[in-house]
Nanobody
Framework: QVQLAESGGGLVQPGGSLRLSCADS????????MGWYRQAPGKQRELVAS???????DYTDSVKGRFTISRDNAKSMVYLQMSSLEPEDTAVYYC???????????????WGQGTQVTVSS
């Protein structure tokens, strides 16, 4: 059973930075690809970044060059370093465990509780 817990959200001014962390407890972390999703009010949840078990990364276009996903298999942790934050990045951010199929990230039904990121002056 995969159990995920996010942390690191908060209020930040436009142009600022935040680092989100996700701790995994349960089954073998290094076997899973991992993803960060976000959901803004009134919008669908979207995949922001993903990382394979071999640490190959992928990003949605709106965050390329600003966000960096990484993982530490020894600590069963995945991170999302966010910089040059914009008000449009405001959302609840969720950690997810999943897999790659045909080059695309697909989520398993393993989610954390989410952490709020608010970008506002």
């Amino acid at each position: 059973q995969v159990q995920l817990a996010e942390s690191g959200g908060g209020l930040v001014q436009p142009g600022g930075s935040l680092r989100l962390s996700c701790a995994d407890s349960g089954v073998i972390f290094e076997n899973y690809a991992m993803g960060w999703y976000r959901q803004a009010p009134g919008k669908q949840r979207e995949l922001v970044a993903s990382i394979s078990s071999e640490s190959t990364t992928d990003y949605t276009d709106s965050v390329k060059g600003r966000f960096t996903i990484s993982r530490d298999n020894a600590k069963s942790m995945v991170y999302l370093q966010m910089s040059s934050l914009e008000p449009e990045d405001t959302a609840v951010y969720y950690c997810n465990a999943g897999y790659y199929s045909g080059g695309y990230y697909s989520p398993y039904d393993y989610w954390g509780q989410g952490t709020q990121v608010t970008v506002s002056s």
